[in-house]
């Protein structure tokens, strides 16, 4: 079953909802999408509810209110694993890695489920990431905050997800490897990959975004393309100073 034509390939739409069965709401009608090509960004103060956004997505979280849809499908009731099957990849922002195992074992974890030959799969991550080829056989927690985060987002693509789901994925690297990791990012993007990323540098995170919103309160404060926010008077103000 496929979407129709305006429907976004991946939306969270209208999420309402917290931690556990009575816990407060975190989430306020809150939407976020993204379309294959596109790289959409998701900014806001800290505790705005951005990480429960992304869990509400990947099915980490029972909604009150509010649905998502992947390629035209409800998948609200899915969980985690299941999205997984269905195309989802996410890395979170913590715990995103097994330190203990090697760079490869990372990635071979990562394509669980499959039952096909994903040695190509893994060729095309060592291709856009050659530093874990040359630390392939080393415990992933040797790497550097850069490395171990290539690493995450490997173990995600080794799935070949329809759509990337990124939870901070330049947290506490230098401005630098931050660059680097956000060019990688872009890479995958323009293969169609559809990138629905967390970003707490919201000046660059802007920058290269097709699509962002800025959560506050975990509610939809500013949407529109990168472009837009930056421009935005009152999104510089609060959110980028001025
Ligand atoms: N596992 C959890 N259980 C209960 N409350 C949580 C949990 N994780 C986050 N929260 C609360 O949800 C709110 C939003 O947190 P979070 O989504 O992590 O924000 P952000 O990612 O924007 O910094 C915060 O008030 C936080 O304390
Ligand atoms: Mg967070």
Do not use: W
């Not at 489920?113 to 040695?119: E, K, L, V």
């Not at 630390?135 to 759509?163: D, I, N, W, Y």
């Amino acid at each position: 079953m496929s979407g129709s034509n305006n429907a976004p390939f991946l939306i969270g739409e209208h999420m309402t909802g917290g931690y556990g069965k009575s816990g407060p709401d975190i989430l306020h009608d809150c939407t976020i999408a993204v379309d294959p090509g596109e790289i959409a960004v998701i900014v806001g103060p800290n505790g705005a509810g951005k990480s429960t956004a992304m869990k509400a997505v990947f099915g980490m979280l029972d909604l009150r209110k509010g649905m998502v849809r992947l390629d035209g499908e409800d998948i609200t009731r899915l969980s985690p694993q299941e999205r997984v099957a269905k195309g989802m990849g996410f890395v979170p922002q913590t715990s995103n890695i097994f330190t203990s195992m090697t760079v490869e074992e990372n990635l071979e974890m990562g394509a669980f489920i499959r039952r096909d030959d994903f040695s190509d799969t893994m060729a095309q991550v060592y291709d856009l990431f050659p530093i874990l080829k040359d630390k392939r056989r080393q415990p992933a927690g040797e790497l550097s905050g850069g490395q171990r985060q290539q690493v995450a987002v490997g173990r995600a693509l080794m799935t070949q997800p329809k759509v990337l789901m990124l939870d901070e994925p330049t947290a506490g690297v230098s401005p630098i490897v931050m660059d680097e990791l956000f060019d990688r990012i872009i890479e995958v993007a323009r293969t169609g990959l559809p990138v629905l990323m967390v970003e707490q540098n919201a000046r660059q995170a802007l920058e290269i975004a097709d699509k962002a919103y800025v959560l506050v309160q975990g509610a939809n404060a500013h949407t529109g393309t990168g472009k837009d926010l930056l421009a935005d008077e009152n999104v510089r103000k609060s959110f980028l100073g001025g």
